[in-house]
């Protein structure tokens, strides 16, 4: 059999996925980008989610990832960040809202698949909702100057796919917490031994992660920049008070020489 050659995963960084949701119009790609981006979850796990399957009464917002839709089916709860539940709830209310300004407007059911368009019967399976979200994340794409294809292989995919948010969630989430937590929360066949109960996983991602899966909430962004700018000018502050040390020492060093020699203690060379 021929050698099959693999070429790495194009990396996506905070930078790159904001530079995607700022030239992002379309409501429900947004929406649904941004539970990638925060959650982790698989695309056709995000596009499977329910109305009944969000928790808005709990911070950070609780999914329920449903076991029919997981790779490994086993079922599992995960979080957004704050940014993704505003956008999420918009989504939601813009198209349950007043059907004269939006002519696909329905009544809302718990049941209902969030990011499903039309009340159609069939329409609601998730997915039939892939292969038009994926058209429209490609034309995305393409917009921003993000669509270049791997060189391997007969159909040569795209560098960048809606899978490339699930990586980077990994990598942020196994950075700043433990592989362990990282492999729950995405989902992967996890080490029997590693338990914890939900509101501990849930302050884990609150305080460690989810400023990291932040990308638009210029109010975070900002408190961000600002502590790492105290940071550094605590930093320097130290450097300072240390230079002045240094200072005082030689000065006293000198001090001390110059009344040995006149003692005539020490004697000059």
Known sequence: MPKTYREDE???????????????????????????????????????????????????????????????????????SDEATYYLKQCIDWKYGDKGKNRHAKIRSNSDVVFSTYNIKGVSNPRTIYVKVLKEFQKLLTIVGMDERKEEGTHKRRKITLHSFRRFVKTVISDQTNQDYSEWFLGHNKRPYYTKREPERREMYATKCMKYLTFLDYTTLEARGKSIEANLQEKDRMIQNLEAQINLLITNQTEMSRRLYEAGILKKD
């Open 10 to 80: 194009a990396p996506l960084d905070a930078p790159d996925i904001r530079k995607i949701l700022l030239n992002c119009n379309n409501r429900r790609l947004k929406a649904y980008l941004l539970i990638l981006a925060s959650g982790g979850m698989r695309a056709l796990e995000g596009l499977a989610i329910r109305l009944c399957d969000i928790d808005f009464s709990v911070t950070p917002t609780k999914i329920h990832i449903r076991k029919e839709f997981a790779k490994t089916r086993t079922s599992r709860d995960i979080y957004i």
